[in-house]
């Protein structure tokens, strides 16, 4: 697909400079332009077929994962309802119909809102989890405190700033991307609000969060001599 980008530019501009091809601002065009008109019908098909067989491989994933959000991980561990494996299939099965309605019921109602989710979808997974996960296990100094409120911070941010490009006409100066300027000032809340809020030193964390943090980050990838295996399950020593 890359390849195709290559050589699908230089020919569609010398074929809108010829005359063949009539002027458009739309950058997103210019492959499906050089399809329909220099590429064989081989190579149309195989694309188109590739480009279909992505987007159905994507959305089975995405419709897998939110049935098992609200069957196996809110209704059955969250709330405890002790359903069977039968009932869980069978539920799942009904959120993963209901996922799909609701979603093509926005994609019909509105069409531009597909890409606006999808650039927030990235943005807000990469300003909650960034701090939580990439920050927070490499620094002693962070807190759940830091977390929540970087996190909450970050993803309120990527939200207002996201839509708000996009149903009220204003820009971010400088040419900065709403995801860009929430996770910059999510990590700083999640730094300060941390830096307040700590109250325990390294040597005061429990033996088995001193391991956690350990792990890879101190010991070169080897769990620390403190971690025994048994029985397949990892003991502390105090």
Do not use: C
Not at 48 to 58: D, E, R
Not at 84 to 91: C, H, K, S
Not at 153 to 170: D, E, K, N, P, R
Request: proline share 4%; hydrophobic share 50%; aromatic share 12%.
């Amino acid at each position: 697909m890359t390849t195709l980008f290559w050589w699908a530019g230089p020919y569609v501009r010398a074929a809108v400079a010829r005359g063949d091809i009539q002027s458009f601002e739309n950058p997103d065009l210019v492959l499906p332009l050089a399809l329909i008109n220099f590429a064989p019908d081989v190579v149309t098909a195989f694309v188109l077929t590739a480009i279909v067989a992505a987007i159905m491989s994507t959305s089975n994933a995405f419709l897998n994962v939110g049935a098992s959000a609200v069957t196996h991980d809110f209704m059955k561990e969250y709330r405890n309802t002790g359903m069977t494996d039968r009932q869980e299939v069978l539920y799942g099965r009904i959120a993963t119909a209901s996922i799909l309605v609701i979603a093509g019921v926005i994609a019909a109602t509105f069409p531009g809102l597909i890409f606006v989710l999808g650039a927030a979808g990235w943005a807000i997974f990469a300003t909650v989890i960034f701090p939580g996960v990439a920050l927070a296990y490499n620094w002693k100094g962070a807190t759940t405190e830091g977390i929540l409120w970087g996190g909450s911070v970050g993803l309120l941010l990527t939200l207002f700033l996201a839509y708000g490009g996009q149903y009220f006409s204003w820009t971010i100066p400088m040419g900065f991307l709403g995801g860009q300027v929430a996770q910059v000032i999510g990590i700083a809340v999640f730094v300060l609000v941390s830096l307040v809020t700590s109250t325990a030193t390294y040597d005061q964390l429990k033996p088995g969060v001193k391991a956690v943090l350990d792990t890879g980050r101190l010991k070169g990838g080897r769990l620390p001599p403190s971690v025994l295996a048994d029985g397949g399950e990892e003991r502390i020593d105090e």
